[in-house]
């Protein structure tokens, strides 16, 4: 399965809700995504990306705990390839 | 041999998705592989749990179907206590899976695929998405974002929250719906069938114009597999598992879910930590196995709602037996819309889901259970045991994009053997790989790239794995 990782919208541009973009930053890596979806979603907000597009806001003490998750889940070791 | 991943959020951005492509001398394509980064740690990281945490983690973690993960979990733990739920409760898990449905295949249609088919197979990747949608056809970008925005509306009204509703639990729901959510969904009705229709005669009249994609795009006999009622009709969220194979032909029916392991054998590869399952009877060749929209109205009988079943009709008209184009998984994705649309509706004049009789209650009384519902890309079995304290001893998750995986190389095989004459990688292969994997609507660890476009790396391998050439987009 995929991880929804939880990233946070630094800066918006675009007016019209159908060509709205996100500069989102995900644990520093900053991805560009398609906020069509999110017509709510403001700067400083998490999104849920997926394939370039933000499905959803969720609020910060959500995201604090998907964080929370995924750190506790670093220290597993998984069998498998590359 | 065990090594050590390190979880790291980045990585799970950066990735691209990976395709093998296997050669001979002449510059035949002798096989191809998909490689879907699936990330299983997720399931060790869960035992050492109380089982009542599941639903709440689940959803948080796979947060592209988080209704889905919550379902499948609450199921497998009612399986644990040993319980019955209440019908109303089983009606309201059922009204937010339709909600899922929609809101998930509104995307994948309108959003990912359609600015394929509309926009020109040949159009550069930039201009293939939303953007691209809405500057062409800014009234279709609009609807489906609306449509969608009904389903995550129903997920809303039940849950609460749109992301991570902790509502199903164990022997039940939480809430069930208010005469003001009642009311705000039915308002909603209208929009939602002209809309699906709209989409349904565009789909139909794109099928004309693309009879050489429907032939190319995962064009194969396989089985299917899906949950159906007791008289063959679709389901979503109940029922009992069916195969069926490209004949039309039933190879196993009204098995039982959570005897799953029985019939699904789950092949373990070295190079991808993705488990392929397929039908064990048969092996892993003739066992491949489709599942999702395509391959639920392919085993279903009857939709069981008029609208729907005219629809079906016509659909199963595709095919001789089954209808055996991945392409048509787009058409089946609509049909599944009409569907859900209809069973909301009647779902909202039914006084069940008014009833607060929504939970049974009970200690742990098996020490294992299996959950299975269908999540819009196929199904979902979440497989627990725990101990006497109801603590997760062993978590096993079997998810649609795994179990397509086989059938996705298949598709990816098929494209490239079409396209390939010798080391040259030809762009328009490129765009129809893509297309072809999108048909399936996988949920992909590497997802979040740039917009509607999947970052993807091929590799062409010759017959001692030698890398013949290799291209990277995204």
């Given at each position: 399965?995929?991880?929804?990782?939880?990233?946070?919208?630094?800066?918006?541009?675009?007016?019209?809700?159908?060509?709205?973009?996100?500069?989102?930053?995900?644990?520093?890596?900053?991805?560009?995504?398609?906020?069509?979806?999110v017509p709510e979603a403001r700067q400083g907000d998490y999104v849920i990306v997926h394939v370039g597009c933000a499905l959803s806001v969720i609020d910060e003490e959500e995201a604090l705990q998907i964080f929370q998750y995924i750190n506790a889940m670093r220290d597993d070791s998984v069998p498998g390839g590359p | 041999m065990a090594h050590r991943i390190i979880i790291d959020p980045v990585t799970r951005i950066e990735g691209h998705a990976k395709i093998s492509i296997h050669m001979n001398d002449d510059g035949s394509v002798v096989d191809a592989e998909f490689h879907v980064v699936e990330f299983r740690g997720f399931e060790k990281f869960c035992e050492g749990r109380p089982l009542s945490e599941m639903p709440g983690i689940t959803p948080r973690i796979c947060g592209i179907c988080p209704v889905s993960h919550l379902l499948a979990s609450a199921k497998a733990g009612d399986d644990i206590l040993a319980v019955q739920i209440p019908t109303p409760s089983d009606k309201l898990r059922?009204?937010?899976?339709?909600?899922?449905?929609?809101?998930?295949?509104?995307?994948?249609?309108?959003?990912?695929?359609?600015?394929?088919?509309?926009?020109?197979?040949?159009?550069?990747?930039?201009?293939?998405?939303?953007?691209?949608?809405?500057?062409?056809?800014?009234?279709?970008?609009?609807?489906?974002?609306?449509?969608?925005?009904?389903?995550?509306?129903?997920?809303?009204?039940?849950?609460?929250?749109?992301?991570?509703?902790?509502?199903?639990?164990?022997?039940?729901?939480?809430?069930?719906?208010?005469?003001?959510?009642?009311?705000?969904?039915?308002?909603?009705?209208?929009?939602?069938?002209?809309?699906?229709?709209?989409?349904?005669?565009?789909?139909?009249?794109?099928?004309?114009?693309?009879?050489?994609e429907l032939l190319l795009f995962g064009n194969f006999p396989s089985l299917f597999m899906g949950l159906v009622g007791p008289d063959g009709e679709w389901e979503h969220h109940g029922g009992k598992l069916r195969f069926k194979d490209s004949q039309g032909k039933i190879i196993a029916d009204q098995l039982d879910p959570r005897r799953y392991a029985e019939w699904i054998c789950e092949a373990s590869n070295p190079n991808s930590y993705l488990k392929s399952p397929y039908f064990h009877r048969l092996g892993i060749e003739a066992g491949m196995y489709r599942v999702g929209p395509l391959a639920r109205l392919n085993v279903c009988d009857s939709m069981g709602m008029p609208k729907a079943d005219a629809e079906l009709r016509q659909f199963k008209q595709l095919g001789v037996g089954a209808v055996t184009s991945s392409f048509l998984y787009h058409h089946a994705r609509l049909i599944e819309i009409l569907a859900a649309v209809e069973f909301i509706q009647a779902y909202l004049d039914d006084?069940?889901?008014?009833?607060?009789?929504?939970?049974?209650?009970?200690?742990?009384?098996?020490?294992?259970?299996?959950?299975?519902?269908?999540?819009?890309?196929?199904?979902?079995?979440?497989?627990?045991?725990?101990?006497?304290?109801?603590?997760?001893?062993?978590?096993?998750?079997?998810i649609a994009t795994g179990q397509n995986n086989l059938a996705m190389n298949q598709t990816v095989k098929q494209i490239a053997s079409h396209y390939l004459h010798g080391k040259e990688i030809p762009e328009p292969m490129l765009n129809r790989i893509e297309h072809g994997i999108r048909c399936y609507d996988p949920c992909l660890s590497c997802s979040t790239h740039a917009i509607g476009q999947m970052p993807l790396r091929i590799e062409l391998l010759g017959p001692m794995g030698q890398v013949l050439n290799e291209v990277t987009r995204g």
């Amino acid at each position: 399965m995929c991880l929804a990782v939880p990233g946070k919208i630094e800066s918006i541009h675009g007016e019209e809700a159908l060509t709205r973009m996100g500069r989102i930053n995900f644990g520093g890596v900053i991805r560009e995504a398609s906020l069509a979806f999110v017509p709510e979603a403001r700067q400083g907000d998490y999104v849920i990306v997926h394939v370039g597009c933000a499905l959803s806001v969720i609020d910060e003490e959500e995201a604090l705990q998907i964080f929370q998750y995924i750190n506790a889940m670093r220290d597993d070791s998984v069998p498998g390839g590359p | 041999m065990a090594h050590r991943i390190i979880i790291d959020p980045v990585t799970r951005i950066e990735g691209h998705a990976k395709i093998s492509i296997h050669m001979n001398d002449d510059g035949s394509v002798v096989d191809a592989e998909f490689h879907v980064v699936e990330f299983r740690g997720f399931e060790k990281f869960c035992e050492g749990r109380p089982l009542s945490e599941m639903p709440g983690i689940t959803p948080r973690i796979c947060g592209i179907c988080p209704v889905s993960h919550l379902l499948a979990s609450a199921k497998a733990g009612d399986d644990i206590l040993a319980v019955q739920i209440p019908t109303p409760s089983d009606k309201l898990r059922r009204l937010m899976n339709l909600g899922q449905i929609i809101q998930s295949h509104a995307l994948s249609f309108f959003h990912l695929s359609a600015p394929d088919f509309l926009g020109g197979w040949d159009t550069p990747p930039e201009q293939r998405n939303v953007f691209g949608l809405a500057a062409r056809h800014p009234e279709l970008a609009r609807a489906g974002i609306r449509l969608r925005q009904f389903g995550q509306e129903v997920i809303e009204v039940l849950g609460g929250r749109k992301i991570h509703p902790a509502w199903a639990v164990p022997g039940g729901v939480r809430n069930c719906l208010t005469t003001d959510g009642q009311k705000r969904l039915k308002a909603w009705i209208p929009e939602a069938f002209a809309t699906t229709q709209l989409a349904l005669n565009l789909f139909k009249d794109i099928l004309e114009k693309n009879s050489s994609e429907l032939l190319l795009f995962g064009n194969f006999p396989s089985l299917f597999m899906g949950l159906v009622g007791p008289d063959g009709e679709w389901e979503h969220h109940g029922g009992k598992l069916r195969f069926k194979d490209s004949q039309g032909k039933i190879i196993a029916d009204q098995l039982d879910p959570r005897r799953y392991a029985e019939w699904i054998c789950e092949a373990s590869n070295p190079n991808s930590y993705l488990k392929s399952p397929y039908f064990h009877r048969l092996g892993i060749e003739a066992g491949m196995y489709r599942v999702g929209p395509l391959a639920r109205l392919n085993v279903c009988d009857s939709m069981g709602m008029p609208k729907a079943d005219a629809e079906l009709r016509q659909f199963k008209q595709l095919g001789v037996g089954a209808v055996t184009s991945s392409f048509l998984y787009h058409h089946a994705r609509l049909i599944e819309i009409l569907a859900a649309v209809e069973f909301i509706q009647a779902y909202l004049d039914d006084p069940d889901v008014f009833s607060n009789r929504l939970r049974a209650d009970a200690g742990i009384n098996n020490l294992h259970g299996v959950g299975a519902s269908e999540a819009p890309r196929g199904t979902l079995f979440h497989d627990y045991t725990v101990d006497e304290d109801g603590i997760l001893q062993k978590v096993n998750m079997i998810i649609a994009t795994g179990q397509n995986n086989l059938a996705m190389n298949q598709t990816v095989k098929q494209i490239a053997s079409h396209y390939l004459h010798g080391k040259e990688i030809p762009e328009p292969m490129l765009n129809r790989i893509e297309h072809g994997i999108r048909c399936y609507d996988p949920c992909l660890s590497c997802s979040t790239h740039a917009i509607g476009q999947m970052p993807l790396r091929i590799e062409l391998l010759g017959p001692m794995g030698q890398v013949l050439n290799e291209v990277t987009r995204g």
